[in-house]
């Protein structure tokens, strides 16, 4: 079975500042790795994924995760955050053989301060 | 492109009432996932369709949770009778294809709250 840990439940930065949101997993075959994020009032959506190839993944907004495989870890950074990217991001894996079926994290609800 | 449809958006019931939750997925996704995220969670599985047949469902609580895709397009999920523990937001979600590398779309979710 497969399992993710994030390790902040609440990250608080100033806006400008750069940030690092934490991911850890488990699994004894092969993943797949996602990063969605969930605004206020909506639903989750993709930031970024990690399939092949590749070790580091960008998103259109400035986000990037590096899949590190040796630390079973696929942390989430971006260099200078903004109001807008207030909300709460979810790590998770999905086994490569076989259907998908998403295993999340808690969350890390991610609070910009002007 | 219309996304993830769900309904209602908010429920409040008593405790062994029984509560159904609607979802309309993309048009053209042969799978469909339901979700249950509780508060201060991660999203957890409940039940994978792919068309109108069940793909996994072990870890949906059979004994008052029934999900139906009778069609193969719109779903529906019920709880009979609900317990206070089920108070969650319930997220309906919608792939091409089962592949684990397709990108699963979600719907705002259906938050219960059992009192």
């Known amino acids: 079975a497969q399992s993710v840990t994030q390790l902040d439940s609440q990250v608080p930065v100033f806006e400008e500042a750069p940030v690092e949101l934490r991911c850890n997993y488990s699994?004894?075959?092969?993943?797949?790795l996602f990063w969605y994020v969930q605004y206020p009032n909506q639903g989750l959506q993709l930031l970024l994924k990690?399939?092949?190839?590749?070790?580091l993944v960008e998103s259109i907004n400035g986000f990037e995760a590096e899949f590190n495989k040796s630390q079973t870890s696929f942390h989430l950074r971006k260099p200078s955050v903004h109001i807008s990217d207030t909300a709460e991001y979810f790590c998770a894996v999905s086994v490569v053989q076989g259907a998908q079926k998403l295993v999340f994290g808690q969350g890390t609800r991610l609070t910009i301060n002007p | 492109e219309a996304g993830v449809a769900q309904s209602p958006r908010y429920k409040i019931i008593e405790k062994r009432q029984s509560v159904a939750f609607w979802c309309n997925p993309i048009s053209g996704h042969a799978t469909l996932y339901w979700y249950q995220q509780i508060l201060g969670q991660g999203p957890k599985l409940l039940i994978q369709?792919?068309?109108?047949?069940?793909?996994?469902d072990s870890q949906l609580p059979k004994d008052r949770f029934s999900a139906e895709r009778l069609k193969g397009v719109d779903s529906t999920l019920k709880i009979q009778p609900a317990k206070l523990e089920d108070s969650a937001v319930y997220l309906c979600?919608?792939?091409?294809?089962?592949?684990?590398?397709?990108?699963?779309?979600f719907g705002q979710g259906t938050r219960l709250t059992v009192v």
């Open positions: 369709f792919q068309n109108n047949g069940v793909v996994d």
């Open positions: 699994s004894s075959v092969s993943v797949y």
């Open positions: 990690y399939l092949s190839g590749s070790t």
């Open positions: 979600a919608s792939s091409l294809d089962p592949s684990a590398n397709t990108e699963a779309f």
